[in-house]
């Protein structure tokens, strides 16, 4: 049975000052987030989880707190965070904050090759303590938390500290914590680009690239009802429904369907609320002429390769694998698919698309100078 460490719920300003002052004498930060991305169509930041100077403060995110002494506090100290990117970019977009530096217990866990480096996982292999996994999809924005909902929330950061101590030393050990700041570092600049504003091609999603004129023009316009609902009854658009079944409508239109046969593609269980405005909405996809819709812009890496650039990916690409191999890591942790297609492409570009410890490896192998 997992043992709960005390925590401080705060939800009142005149609570802050213990959290303020253990910030003041703390060396380090362990930080986690949880959001409501599942229950809302604006994702929300709704708790902060802090462990400082051996304490658990768990701040509440949409009470009327004066918060701008806790994020000065917060990014002048080293963090320990797992699974930073998301939380981050988050905080980031909320009141642009960003660490001074940060060690991230997920990606030290891929490069001591451990194959569970989930949070749950980790703890689980070096602690005996286990999570409970339905709170990961919990709704954070409900009012009040439930007690177990912020014991969990505590659980996420008391073991942080110990778990760094233990996979620093394997880097450590293998020499890899020159890899493991660099791309700690890079973590940190990539928050400041947030997520992806909202593109006009947005709608193209997966297994749009198989439709023509007629199903676009349909998937566009369901896409859109789907968005603009979605918006309205503040819901992420998936809860409306998933993009299988706008795919299927379209296809169902590609291939000739009746507004009919469209709207009935195996619906399932129906809204009876929404299913007029998807009728009108499906007529105005029907009704559009399909070369008005967006057009996505070609990128470079889409046009195609010459055959001395795919020769030059294959060797890049084996000389990744190989030295993934010897050092008994996953591959694209040196170089993904796409950032080999770049460096295949303009082989000078490599010290940009890669961090410098990347591209030492793969420019130490002789088939990098032939």
Known sequence: MNTVPSYQLINQPGQLAP?????DRGTEIALDTEADNLFRYRTRVCLLQILVAGEI???DLLADLPLAPLWSRLAAKPLIMHGSDYDLRLLWELCRFEPQSLFDTMFAAQLLNIPRFGLAALLE????VKLAKDHQKANWSQRPLDRDMLDYAAMD?????ALRDRLRAGLQELGRMEWMEQK???QIEVARDGFAAPDENDWRVNGSEKLHGRGLAVLHAVWHWREGWAEKINTPPFKVTGNDLLVRMARTADTGGTLDEILHVNLGRRHDRLFPSLAEAVRQGLATDPHTLPRRERRRD???????????????KADRDRVAQGLGIDPTLIATRSQLVQIARDPGSIDRVLLPWQ????KAEPAWRT
């Open 19 to 23: 959290l303020y002052a253990a910030l």
């Open 57 to 59: 403060h768990l701040v």
């Open 125 to 128: 292999q070096n602690f005996g």
């Open 157 to 161: 950061v008391h073991y942080l500290p």
């Open 184 to 186: 700690c570092r890079q």
């Open 302 to 316: 889409f046009t195609p390769m010459s055959p001395e650039e795919l020769a030059r990916q294959d060797r890049i």
């Open 359 to 362: 591209a030492g490896l793969i």
